[in-house]
């Protein structure tokens, strides 16, 4: 009888090695895909931290121009929270069939006229509701010294909502072509555009918050053309009328993540209502909102990741499947302890760059270990909505944004009673975070025991 060439140790030892080689390689196609999106994925906050700290270095009067930033900047983290399943639907869409010139340009085609509707709807309703939306949803009455200019900048940067829309749709064609280098330029150019208008715009002509939001508009519509025009000069789509099969294929993409973004959009918009009423804290909520806000976004690419590259991997190879998912919870915990050790520096490094006021200041310093806190749940939670959503579990992650939402939103309602608590705020922030990262860790093993056994998973 022939002798095993191996022992059991020994073949023990190499399925140990071919196993931390899978991961390994896993590990690497997710940061391979997440990475080039993060320059898409930081673009709108990008934009209105670049407003916010030209405001406080140039403005009038910094604390003022500051709040109002806040309320007008909760407005627009809730645009790019409630559109940005235009960007996830069209990589989904167009990466299914890259190779098909005509597929591809009847996905740009579809997703521009749609982006351009929901963009001149959102137009619309900021530019002739400003006032309601800034002193009735968000509570800077029309008394407070914040009301005049929120509703100056809402007015002219409203008039951008199409090519941020847009902008979302041609980056999303361009990753589900492959092709992740052409919307970073776009997002750098965009921002070189916003520095150099506000610096123009703000300080030598006078123009406060309004030279703000024009110099944004600006950015965004050399966003839209830098990353639109080349696709559509390539593809040439032919005007037609959009395709029932198409729209619905489109919807049913973008439906859950839609329902889930506009529950945390809610979120975001509620928590400069809370401290409205008082000018100090709402600059220093403007400050730590808007640094939070950006940094939040790192962890956004691996959940794009997990939706782009699982849906694929379920039905080619369930065990990659498993392997990825594990991957981007990895990836994700990692990403959450960065993501609170820079949302740690605000106080200590960061905040003089926005604001000299030391009342001001201690109320940053007030929240930073409840605001670092909720960075990190939030972060771990964003990459295992990837996880779920990849996989098809669409009614757990609308669930679970749901119920993060009712948690918060009680905080906020506490808060508010109390005179408007920017402690309680945050709070309600990490509460977002911490629900919606504790229902994914308890639904992970489940997913993962059904990804072991099973082909599919409904």
Same mark, same amino acid.
């Given at each position: 009888?022939? &002798?095993?060439?191996?022992?059991?140790?020994?073949?023990?030892? =190499?399925?140990?090695?071919?196993?931390?080689?899978?991961?390994?390689? #896993?590990?690497?196609?997710?940061?391979?895909?997440?990475?080039?999106?993060?320059?898409?994925?930081?673009?709108? +906050?990008?934009?209105?931290?670049?407003?916010?700290?030209?405001?406080?270095?140039?403005? @009038?009067?910094?604390?003022?121009?500051?709040?109002? *930033?806040?309320?007008?900047?909760?407005?627009?983290?809730?645009?790019? !929270? $409630?559109?940005?399943?235009?960007?996830?639907?069209?990589?989904?869409?167009?990466?299914?069939?890259?190779?098909?010139?005509?597929?591809?340009?009847?996905?740009?085609?579809?997703?521009?006229?749609?982006?351009?509707?929901?963009?001149?709807?959102?137009?619309?309703?900021?530019?002739?509701?400003?006032?309601?939306?800034?002193?009735?949803?968000?509570?800077?009455?029309?008394?407070?010294?914040?009301?005049?200019?929120? $509703? %100056?900048?809402?007015?002219?940067?409203?008039?951008?909502? +199409?090519?941020?829309?847009?902008?979302?749709?041609?980056?999303?064609? /361009?990753?589900?072509?492959?092709?992740?280098?052409?919307?970073?330029?776009?997002?750098? @150019?965009?921002?070189?555009?916003?520095?150099?208008?506000?610096?123009?715009?703000?300080?030598? /002509?006078?123009?406060?918050?309004?030279?703000?939001?024009?110099?944004?508009? *600006? #950015?965004?519509?050399?966003?839209?053309?830098?990353?639109?025009?080349?696709?559509?000069?390539?593809?040439?789509?032919?005007?037609?009328?959009?395709?029932?099969?198409?729209?619905?294929?489109?919807?049913?993409?973008?439906?859950?993540?839609?329902?889930?973004?506009?529950?945390?959009?809610?979120?975001?918009?509620?928590? +400069?209502?809370?401290?409205?009423?008082?000018?100090?804290?709402?600059?220093?909520?403007?400050?730590?909102?808007?640094?939070?806000?950006?940094?939040?976004?790192?962890?956004?690419?691996?959940?794009?990741?997990?939706?782009?590259?699982?849906?694929?991997?379920?039905?080619?190879?369930?065990? *990659? &499947?498993?392997?990825?998912?594990?991957?981007?919870?990895?990836?994700?915990?990692? /990403?959450? &302890?960065? !993501?609170?050790?820079?949302?740690?520096?605000?106080?200590?490094?960061?905040?003089? #760059?926005?604001?000299?006021?030391?009342?001001?200041? %201690?109320? =940053?310093?007030?929240?930073? &270990?409840?605001?670092?806190?909720?960075?990190?749940? *939030?972060?771990?939670?964003?990459?295992?909505?990837?996880?779920?959503?990849?996989?098809?579990?669409?009614?757990?992650?609308?669930?679970?944004?749901?119920?993060?939402? !009712?948690?918060?939103?009680?905080?906020?309602?506490?808060?508010?009673? /109390?005179?408007?608590?920017?402690?309680?705020?945050?709070?309600?922030?990490?509460?977002?975070?911490?629900?919606?990262?504790? $229902?994914?860790?308890? @639904?992970?093993?489940?997913?993962?025991?059904?990804?072991?056994?099973? @082909?599919?998973?409904?």
């Amino acid at each position: 009888m022939r &002798a095993p060439l191996l022992g059991g140790h020994a073949r023990s030892a =190499l399925s140990l090695s071919a196993a931390a080689t899978d991961d390994t390689a #896993a590990t690497n196609s997710v940061l391979a895909t997440a990475l080039p999106m993060l320059g898409a994925c930081i673009a709108e +906050p990008t934009l209105s931290w670049i407003d916010s700290i030209c405001v406080a270095r140039f403005a @009038a009067s910094p604390s003022v121009g500051l709040a109002a *930033l806040s309320v007008d900047s909760a407005i627009f983290n809730m645009l790019a !929270c $409630c559109t940005s399943f235009l960007c996830t639907a069209t990589t989904n869409i167009v990466g299914s069939q890259a190779d098909d010139d005509e597929h591809v340009g009847r996905a740009l085609f579809d997703g521009v006229m749609i982006s351009l509707l929901v963009g001149g709807l959102a137009a619309a309703a900021m530019t002739f509701g400003r006032r309601v939306l800034v002193g009735g949803f968000l509570g800077a009455g029309a008394e407070s010294g914040i009301f005049a200019p929120a $509703c %100056a900048y809402l007015r002219i940067r409203a008039l951008a909502a +199409p090519a941020a829309t847009a902008t979302l749709v041609g980056a999303g064609v /361009c990753f589900g072509l492959g092709d992740q280098i052409t919307p970073v330029r776009a997002i750098a @150019a965009a921002a070189a555009v916003n520095v150099v208008g506000d610096l123009l715009l703000i300080g030598p /002509c006078g123009l406060g918050l309004s030279g703000a939001a024009a110099a944004t508009a *600006l #950015a965004n519509y050399a966003a839209a053309a830098m990353v639109v025009g080349p696709l559509w000069r390539r593809y040439r789509p032919r005007w037609r009328r959009p395709r029932y099969a198409d729209l619905r294929r489109f919807a049913a993409v973008s439906g859950a993540l839609l329902a889930g973004t506009s529950f945390a959009s809610l979120t975001y918009a509620a928590t +400069p209502r809370v401290v409205s009423g008082d000018v100090t804290r709402a600059a220093a909520h403007q400050i730590a909102l808007s640094l939070w806000w950006l940094i939040s976004f790192v962890s956004v690419p691996l959940s794009l990741a997990g939706q782009s590259l699982l849906p694929r991997r379920l039905s080619a190879d369930p065990a *990659l &499947a498993r392997r990825t998912a594990l991957a981007i919870a990895r990836l994700g915990a990692y /990403c959450a &302890a960065l !993501c609170a050790g820079l949302n740690a520096l605000i106080p200590t490094v960061w905040a003089g #760059a926005f604001s000299k006021s030391p009342e001001v200041l %201690a109320a =940053l310093g007030s929240v930073t &270990a409840t605001a670092a806190a909720a960075q990190a749940a *939030l972060s771990f939670a964003t990459a295992l909505d990837g996880v779920f959503l990849g996989c098809g579990w669409r009614g757990h992650y609308v669930r679970t944004v749901a119920l993060s939402t !009712c948690a918060a939103g009680a905080v906020f309602v506490a808060a508010s009673r /109390c005179g408007g608590s920017l402690v309680g705020v945050w709070l309600g922030l990490f509460l977002f975070g911490a629900v919606r990262a504790a $229902c994914h860790a308890a @639904a992970l093993p489940l997913l993962l025991r059904k990804l072991a056994g099973e @082909a599919k998973v409904e």
